[in-house]
């Protein structure tokens, strides 16, 4: 499977998410003689859950597998991934993520390439654009899905809400 195709079913579950209500940031793990794996979406909001990012969903869709199976595996995701799903990537050995857009949110990307991971950002206008929404949209949820508090500030100094 090449990267576009890869990147196209990530971007299927980024819209699934938005129009199930929830953070569109999709994933889609294939492997290295280019069979889909998993794939998935952000279920945060649809789960209640904490930890059901794009990539995580991917992973868990997946099913148990023996660690070969992800030797030479592309995680492919609409979003540079957090920590959390950098850390996944790293667990599992993935060799490749492929990254549709790292401007709205810049995730483990430097972390990934000095784990010796094949880091490629793809920099897609329909990634941008979907996230670029979401955000204009629902600031809190973005907010709360990257882990960062809003703040009110005022002459007295930053308040929380």
């Keep these: 499977m090449d990267d576009t195709k890869g990147l196209a079913i990530a971007l299927e579950e980024a819209k ?12 889609a793990l294939v492997a ?7 794939r998935g979406h952000n279920m945060r909001v649809q789960l209640g859950s904490a930890i059901h990012h794009g990539e995580t969903s991917a992973l868990y869709n ?32 993935i060799a490749r993520v492929v990254i549709g857009e790292n401007k709205n949110f810049l995730g483990g990307e430097s972390y990934l ?8 950002v793809v920099d897609s206008a329909e990634c941008t654009a979907l996230m670029d929404k979401f955000i204009a949209e629902k600031p809190e949820l973005w907010n709360e899905d ?5 703040r009110v500030y005022s002459k007295e100094g930053v308040k929380a809400p």
């Design 16 to 27: 699934q998410s938005y129009a199930e209500g929830g953070v569109p940031i999709g994933a």
């Design 113 to 120: 390439r000095q784990r010796g991971v094949e880091v490629v």
């Design 32 to 38: 290295k003689d280019g069979k889909l794996l998993g």
């Design 146 to 150: 990257i882990g960062v508090e809003e």
């Design 62 to 93: 997946t099913g148990r597998l023996p660690a070969r199976a992800y030797q030479g595996a592309t995680m492919y995701t609409t979003l540079s991934p957090c920590d959390m799903c950098t850390g996944a990537c790293l667990l599992y050995g």
